[in-house]
């Protein structure tokens, strides 16, 4: 017979992968850019931020050690650009 609690587990392991990875954003956020809270998206290996101009900028201007803290965090992360 199939397992319902069996399919769904492979879900809740991928769940727990965003959140891993998300904490690892926010913490290179925070330790690089001096940003605290700051909004993002992630889809399709691009980490795309929300907020001002001014956040963007910030952000953009340190992007390769950005991508490079996020992926020392975590290293399952496939981020690879930040718009």
């Not at 879900?11 to 965003?18: A, G, P, T, V």
């Not at 956020?29 to 290996?45: N, Q, S």
């Amino acid at each position: 017979m199939f397992n319902v609690a069996d399919y769904l587990k492979k879900f809740s392991r991928i769940e727990d992968d965003s959140l891993a990875q998300k904490g690892a954003i926010l913490a290179a956020l925070k330790e690089i850019c001096a940003i605290d809270g700051a909004d993002f998206d992630v889809r399709k290996d691009i980490l795309y931020i929300k907020g001002s101009p001014v956040i963007k900028s910030i952000v953009f201007t340190k992007k390769s050690e950005l991508i490079k803290a996020i992926k020392d965090a975590y290293q399952l992360s496939k981020i690879r650009d930040i718009r």
